[in-house]
């Protein structure tokens, strides 16, 4: 995974605060779907996102960095 897509993911998700699914990501950065499921995994795992599940649909958000939330 390109450290490349991982940014763009969290560019977009900094400007979508209300959180966005795999399929809307892929859709909005024209990227496939397992490619951000990489990315948003390898965010996961940084402690950089959360993610909350909605009915069966998982929605991404960008943590706040500023304070200690979570």
């Known amino acids: 995974m390109s450290k490349d897509k991982k940014e763009l993911v969290i560019e977009l998700l900094k400007k979508n ?4 699914t795999v399929i809307e990501i892929s859709k909005l950065l024209k990227i496939s779907r397992n490619t951000v499921a990489v990315a948003l995994a390898g965010l996961e795992g940084a402690n950089l996102i959360r993610v909350r599940e909605v009915g069966r649909a998982k929605l991404n958000y960008l943590k706040e960095l500023g304070g200690a939330k979570k």
């Open 17 to 20: 605060s209300d959180g966005l």
